[in-house]
């Protein structure tokens, strides 16, 4: 699937709520019957969007043109926020719900892994191999290519080109990573006219910063994409954060959790993240509290409470 230009959601929204307020003279509805016409992809997300519009407005509702300033914003709220997920996932060729690891065979006999809740969009042709990452993580095997064509993993803030087999990139908020397991990955950034040469082991995050080495990795590939999380020595804190990547319920330490002074060291299944919780509780000490479906609370026991030095 083509990426969709940010302007293609805009201009459907425009075109939804003019028609929801039903004040469409002749030549608006000739305008958009010739905006329909102009791209196969306007049809498309101008539908995608009515469904989800409809669903989210109620069976009954006062009409009024002074809400259509409202309605778009409200829209626009909608698809950037609360259904962003599911407007990547319309974008995108392949993408993994969250706690899933998704393994790919590409069109040219390479492998991708996607990370939990992650997604990528393929455009594979004649002259290039190009793996746009949409949101979250994925690590690739690249297979050498008879044609010679480059093999990219291009994500919003860094592109990724092969100069060996095996790396990873990875699509945060206000950054990105990309780790190099095998060989080299020449890495560039449309926000700088740098450029890096990687050597396998080796890290680098991209940020309005600019790019900062950092310290890879000696595995021959992710611990995630073996549906396991490895960690040595790691605080507390980071290993509730890593564990909230697969677990669909947001995790929150408590005060006195967030005191416990020991490190984890272990492996946790990334496929099962509440039996991955409840063996990080009960090697950390650890009480596990539901508050409803979506939250759950990590707390000091009580052993641990009472063995923690007061303050007094």
């Known amino acids: 699937m083509k990426a969709v230009p940010e302007v293609i959601p805009e ?13 469409l003279d002749d030549n608006e509805r000739l305008a958009f019957e010739q905006w329909l016409q102009t791209d196969p992809r306007h049809a498309q997300v101008f539908e995608q ?19 259509l300033m409202f309605s778009a914003s409200a829209l626009l709220i909608l698809f950037s926020f609360g259904l ?13 719900a969250q706690g899933e690891i998704l393994r790919i065979e590409l ?11 992650s997604a990528i969009a393929l455009q594979f042709d004649q002259t290039q191999r190009r793996v746009r990452l949409i949101r979250g993580e994925v690590f690739v095997d690249v297979t050498r290519d008879p044609a010679a064509r480059p093999f990219v993993v291009s994500s919003r803030d860094a592109a990724a080109r092969a100069l060996g087999t095996r790396y990873s990139v990875r699509q945060r908020t206000h950054d990105a990573h990309v780790a190099v397991y095998e060989s080299r990955v020449k890495v560039s950034s449309d ?7 990687l050597e396998a082991g080796e890290g680098l995050r991209v940020s309005a910063q600019g790019m900062q080495l950092q310290p890879g990795s000696s595995r021959a590939r992710p611990d995630w994409t073996d549906q396991r999380l490895v960690f040595r020595g790691t605080p507390l804190q980071d290993v509730v954060e890593r564990l909230s990547e697969f677990h669909p319920a947001h995790l929150s330490l408590s005060e006195s959790a967030a005191h416990v002074d020991k490190a984890f060291t272990g492996v946790l299944p990334a496929d099962d993240p509440d039996t991955a919780l409840s063996l ?5 000490g650890l009480e596990i509290t539901e508050i409803g479906p979506w939250y759950i609370r990590l707390s000091a026991s009580s052993d641990e409470r009472s063995s923690t030095p007061s303050q007094n």
């Open 11 to 23: 201009q459907a929204a425009h075109w939804l709520l003019r028609l929801d307020e039903g004040h």
């Open 49 to 67: 969007m009515q469904g989800l519009w409809q669903a989210a407005q109620p069976a009954k509702r006062k009409r009024a043109s002074r809400k």
């Open 84 to 96: 962003q997920d599911r407007w990547q996932n319309w974008q995108a060729d392949y993408h993994s």
């Open 107 to 117: 069109s040219d006999g390479s492998t991708a892994f996607l990370n939990s809740d």
């Open 191 to 197: 926000r700088f006219s740098q450029t890096r040469i």
């Open 280 to 284: 990080l509780a009960s090697g950390m």
